[in-house]
Every structure is written in C-alpha cells, then in structure tokens.
C-alpha cells in the first residue's frame, strides 16, 4: 500500500491535534504525551514512574476524553484481589431459577489506570497479564475480549517502596515503554496552580476516537524498516546481554541480565510511529535511538558491582548508543 506525503502528513497533523488538545490542561509533560501516544498507537502499554501529585492522574482522564474511548481506574492495594479488577460470575435469578452471570470488573474499558499497581500482591499483578499482553480476560472457563483499542497505563512510585511488591521481570517485559516522568519547572508550576487553583484553565476538546487510533495502528504498521536500521536495533538489544561473547566491557561489567526479544519488537514498533508523527514514511536511526531508553531501560538489570559503580539502566543505554555504530 503506498502513501502519499498528505496522508503522512495528516497522521502528524492529528497526533499534533490531539497532543495540543491534552496540552490544555496539561502544563508541560510534552514528551512524556508524545511518548504515550505513541505507545497507544504501537499497541502497547506504558509504565509510568513518578512521585506523588505530578497530575499522572489527571494526563489518562484528558486522554481517554480526547480520543473519546472509556476509562477505568483501579487503585492497587494490598487487599485488592484479581477478581476485582478482572470480574466475576455472580448468581442471579432468572424465570425461577438461579443462574451465574458474569459481572465485567474495571479492566473492561479502552483506556485502564493501574494506579501504583506495586501496592498489590503479585497474584493480583498477575491478572493483569493475559489482558496486556492477548487483550483478553478469561473468567470461569470463558475467554471473553476486551475493547479495541485497549491501552494499560499503570503507575509507581519511585520513593516510597514499603508495603510494595515490586513488579516481576515477567511483568514489566509486557510494558512496552517505562516512561520517567519529570518534576515540573517554576514556569510550569505556575501554569498548574493557575488552571488547577484559579481556575483560569481550559477544557480539552475530543478530536479523534478509536477508529482513528486503529487506523493510525494500521498505518504505522506498513512503515518500512530498511534492513541496516533493524540490525541497528537488534544489535543494540543484544549489546544489552552480559552474557554474550561480543558484549560491549560496559555491559559485561554492569549488567545482570539484557533485554528480551519484546524489546526488538517494541524499538521497531514504536519507531515507526515516531517516523510518522516526524513526517517521515521510513524508520530512520534517530527514531531508534529517540525510543530506546524508554524502550529498554526495565527490561535490562544492574549487576551488584554495576550498582556500587553508580550505574543506572539509563546510563548503561546512552553509552551503548554512543559506542554502536549505525549502517
């Protein structure tokens, strides 16, 4: 299927439409949208990481009301159990007799909030999986589907880790981005007490709906990679592996464990919805290494000595893509 340069420029025109929507009410965070909704598009889900009172909130609700899809919020707690958030049969009487019905929990809706999904048990992570990864739920034997398109964003806090159950290897690799989200400038937060205690803000607008999501999905999906920049890609996430004869000494020395085969699949993806949204119907290098952090830095590990060295996941990725050569 070809594109022409005004269908190209239409999908980065909506994106920027709906990026300056959310802006209204969001003051700053432009990258962190940028990244989101090239998750959405990609088909993936998104971990989100920040303290407290940074509007993370707030963000999904704008999102879910300018693209007009349904949204759900689930508080994680220790008590939570995974019907809660998955459903349940319930018995219920019809023409005289009782009969199980199936009560849809909070994981039914387009757009789910997991929020400071580390609080719950493990079991209760759990139930998240089959819905990230296959988009289903299956209750009681029955395998139902969940509404297309169907977009997890859950929530930790970096600071306060008492009382929490950090999230499985297992777990985190079915995020398809970690974003970091950053605490807001001076300017910014003067933008955030105007609209939030003056009232002074504006309400964002729906300018797109889920059709529009999927076909921007359809699209993005039809990118062409060139061969030189998926070896980039692939070459990058095996530089991620200690265990590897031809690691990097950087890696072999600070890392514990690389990135899964989820990562290639996720720098492509996610790529080649970038490429679109920069006007662009090819994947070039810069949109690999624009989405690799995000990309790979909760599925690669520190070592202990990497630890006591003072090297992060983050630190470890600039200085692959520093030493990797493209072409």
């Not at 990481?49 to 704008?62: I, N």
């Not at 983050?314 to 200085?319: E, P």
Request: glycine share 6%; proline share 7%; aromatic share 4%.
């Amino acid at each position: 299927m070809e594109h022409d340069e005004k269908k190209i420029l239409g999908f980065a025109d909506q994106m920027q439409n709906i990026k300056a929507q959310i802006s209204r009410e969001i003051i700053g965070q432009e990258d962190i949208i940028s990244q989101l909704l090239m998750a959405m598009v990609a088909g993936g889900n998104v971990l989100l990481e920040g303290v407290p009172g940074l509007g993370k909130t707030r963000l999904v609700r704008t999102m879910s009301h300018v693209l007009r899809l349904p949204f759900s919020r689930i508080q994680f707690t220790p008590d939570l159990m995974p019907a809660d958030v998955t459903g349940t049969n319930i018995i219920v009487q019809q023409d005289g007799s009782n009969a199980f019905s199936f009560q849809p929990g909070p994981v039914f809706a387009s757009i789910v909030l997991a929020d400071e999904i580390n609080r719950a048990t493990p079991k209760t992570q759990s139930a998240l999986l089959e819905a990230m990864q296959e988009h289903t739920v299956t209750v009681g034997g029955v395998t139902r589907p969940l509404p297309e398109p169907y977009f997890v964003l859950a929530t930790q806090n970096p600071l306060e880790q008492e009382g929490t159950y950090p999230l499985p290897e297992a777990q985190l690799d079915r995020f398809l981005l970690k974003l970091l989200v950053p605490f807001p400038t001076l300017s910014e937060l003067h933008g955030i007490v105007d609209i939030t205690v003056s009232g002074n803000g504006t309400q964002a607008e729906p300018v797109a709906d889920g059709e529009d999501i999927l076909a921007m999905r359809a699209m993005a999906c039809e990118v062409p990679v060139a061969r030189a920049v998926q070896d980039y890609a692939l070459r990058l996430v095996l530089a991620t592996h200690p265990e590897l004869p031809d690691a990097p000494e950087s890696t072999r020395s600070c890392a514990r464990f690389g990135a899964s085969p989820r990562a290639a699949q996720a720098l492509i993806s996610v790529s080649r919805v970038r490429a679109l949204m920069e006007g662009r119907f090819n994947v070039a290098f810069d949109d690999i290494r624009a989405v690799a952090p995000a990309v790979l830095r909760h599925r690669v590990a520190m070592s202990f000595e990497g630890l006591a060295a003072g090297m992060t996941p983050d630190r470890l990725i600039q200085t692959l893509l520093s030493e990797l050569k493209a072409g």
